[in-house]
């Protein structure tokens, strides 16, 4: 990572979180090509849903027949992360045409938020629309190929497990975890290891009662107004 | 336009997962987009922005663990040990490479191993 803010230079990092894509994206489009769902509908809602996990949950439930208000309700709960991490990446944005934030909002996902705020720590805190425009775009078309693949291969790939493809993802929020805690100046690292580790337990505590689906939004609420406390009490 | 609300006998309507998927689209893209117009047009108190500063480390700790553990809900959760197993290797590629490809290879790597042991 370097401090260039250019078309290219996203794309050279955004190369690493491609294989997240390929992966989770294959598992993707061979669970919903297991239940029932076309090549052709697996690649329309990863281009029109573009939510990961939300549309794993929209595939299980479509199959169930759900109504399509309980399965909007139920995309837009697990996909909620998405207001913090566009209310995020605004603060590093300058001043641009409407339509340039459209755009970009548009496609901001985990691994683009994930990668431009590790990008931060090198730019003086700032970000572009060239910059965030093509790591989002590596981010949506990869996505909705390795979807359209994955529906394609379905029927000869009975597990994604035996290539790793599931674990593909873990590890690249793990890596991109890391690396954010080594390369952040502002919080410390003491303090977010203690931020990470409030999140463990969080995460295993509401698993008891919180379905899984809108845990990640209401333990990420919780630990980060743990985190304001805890440093402005201790650090 | 026949919907089968019902029975899970049918074949989903060709309309019905396509308004399925233009409604789910709709609320994903509106969560992304307005924080992102409407902030540019209003200042986010320090105390708001002392708050997101936590917001991706949380998040990504979170996006991890939660795939180290299976849901039982009103139970305590099942360990997912292979996961828990194939994250020892990975942060091990992390501190060592502090690169996010190798960090990738070495964790899907790591998974096949353990389940052919």
Known sequence: ?235 | MPVDWGCGYAVPSFEYVLLTIIGCGLVTWLSRVLPLVLLKKFQLSPKVTEFLAFVPITIMAALWFENLFTQRLGHLPITNWDNIWASVPTVIAAIITKSLLWIVIIGMASLVIINHL
Request: glycine share 6%; with cysteine.
């Open chain 1, 1 to 235: 990572m370097n401090h260039e803010l250019t078309t290219s230079a996203a794309i050279k990092e955004a190369m690493p979180t491609v294989f997240g894509y390929i992966g989770i994206g294959i598992a993707f489009g061979v669970v919903a090509k297991a239940a029932g769902f076309s090549p052709l509908i697996v690649t329309l809602m990863s281009l029109i849903i573009y939510a990961g996990s939300a549309q794993f949950i929209a595939v299980s439930m479509l199959a169930a027949h759900s109504p399509i208000l309980s399965i909007v309700f139920a995309v837009f709960l697990v996909n909620a992360r998405m207001i913090l991490i566009s209310t995020t990446v605004s603060r590093y944005l300058p001043d641009q045409a409407t339509w340039k934030n459209v755009v970009l909002g548009s496609f901001i996902t985990d691994e683009s938020f994930a990668l431009s705020m590790n990008k931060i720590n090198f730019t003086d805190h700032k970000l572009n629309f060239a910059w965030l425009n093509a790591a989002n775009s590596v981010a949506y078309w990869v996505w909705a190929l390795a979807s359209l693949v994955g529906a394609v291969l379905g029927q000869f790939i009975a597990n994604p497990d035996d290539f790793g493809l599931n674990f593909a993802i873990v590890a690249m929020f793990l890596g991109l975890l890391y690396l954010q805690i080594i390369s952040d100046r502002v919080l410390g690292i003491n303090l977010q290891l203690l931020v990470v580790a409030i999140t463990l337990v969080l995460m295993y505590i509401g698993l008891i009662f919180i379905p899984v689906n809108i845990l990640v939004l209401v333990v990420t609420l919780i630990a980060c107004g743990l985190g304001v406390w805890l440093r402005r009490a201790f650090f």
